[in-house]
């Protein structure tokens, strides 16, 4: 039998400057905005035209509020309602962690909805040129949450190769269910995402792209789900499913509907070439 593997005790601090502290999870926040947004200059220009580079530029500070303040009411409203409610202070530590992707998307879906609204863009095709870089974002903030030893999975055989004790596991094997969801969330996530924007006929039906991710993401978090242990506040739901899993549903709904009312309406031409970035 293979000895089980021990959680490597990475420091979740990267550096200390001065009195403040660069954790690697606020820099999975930081690379994956960046790249999210370097991406999005190409992707808006591809035909038909969703926007401009200018405009992705812009929309920087817009994504970055809608994640965080998003993913921070989320985290209170869906995991954690009844202790900030006594608490409401805490609802502003987020250095002691506590952000929910469901919240964040939320968050982003508002901040894009404002967005297409002030710059007069068509909403569903700036969207799927988002979502393909959404998933990046997604598979750095995984492996932040496995460099922290924290969202570790459920019990694993002990012959699994890769099993896993976490420092705050217990002495029990688990599965690293972070890395299965930054390659599952992440990368396999990204790839489809890649590879079917690369098709002109997607591109044309606005919300296509949107409603892809929002199936693909669902599935995968769903599966994900199964190898993650449920927090501990919370435990299992009803029929044995996770907060999760549920949150998941409406997002699956949504996206196949988003991808049938994408099929079923028009081409759309994109925005003129002479358009130019609004103040």
Same mark, same amino acid.
């Given at each position: 039998?293979?000895?089980v593997l021990?959680f ?7 550096v200390?400057?001065g009195?403040f ?7 999975s ?9 370097? #991406?999005?200059r190409?992707?808006v220009?591809?035909?038909?035209r969703a ?5 992705a530029?812009?929309f920087? *500070? ?5 994640i ?6 989320g985290y209170?409203?869906f995991?954690?309602?009844g ?5 409401p ?6 250095w002691?962690g506590?952000m929910s992707?469901?919240?964040g998307a ?6 894009m ?6 710059h007069k ?9 988002v979502t393909?870089?959404v ?5 750095l903030g995984?492996v ?13 055989p ?5 099993a896993m004790?976490f ?7 688990r ?5 299965y969801?930054?390659?599952?969330e992440?990368?396999l996530?990204f790839?489809?995402?890649?590879? *079917?924007s690369r098709k002109?006929s997607?591109r044309?039906h ?5 409603? #892809?991710?929002?199936?693909?993401y669902a ?5 994900c ?7 501990s ?12 899993q549920l949150?998941?549903c409406?997002m #699956? *709904? ?8 994408a099929?079923?309406?028009p081409?759309?031409?994109?925005i003129p070439p002479?358009?130019?970035?609004k103040?």
């Open positions: 039998m293979l000895p021990m490597p005790q990475f420091n979740p601090v990267l200390h400057v009195p502290a660069i954790r690697w999870y606020a820099l926040y930081i690379i994956g905005i960046v790249l999210g947004i370097t #991406l999005l190409r992707l220009n591809l035909p038909p926007g401009t580079p200018e405009l530029d812009d920087l *500070a817009w994504v970055t509020l809608g965080l303040m998003g993913g921070r009411l209170v409203l995991y954690q309602p202790y900030y409610i006594t608490h202070l805490a609802m502003l530590e987020v002691h506590g992707f469901h919240g939320l968050g982003v879906i508002i901040a909805m404002l967005f297409t609204w002030r863009l068509n909403f569903l095709a700036f969207a799927d040129r393909i870089a998933p990046i974002g997604l598979g995984r932040a949450n496995f460099i922290n030893g924290e969202l570790w999975g459920r019990e694993a002990a012959s699994l190769p890769w004790i420092p705050d596991g217990g002495p029990i094997p599965h690293p269910s972070q890395i969801e930054a390659l599952t992440g990368l996530l790839l489809v995402m890649f590879a *079917a002109l997607i044309q606005p919300g296509f792209l949107a409603g #892809l991710f929002l199936a693909g599935c995968a978090r769903s599966f789900e199964f190898f993650r242990e449920p927090d506040f919370l435990g299992f739901l009803p029929g044995g499913i996770t907060m999760g949150l998941c409406p #699956l *709904a949504a996206g196949i509907a988003l991808m049938v009312y099929n079923r309406h081409v759309y031409e994109g002479e358009a130019e970035a103040p």
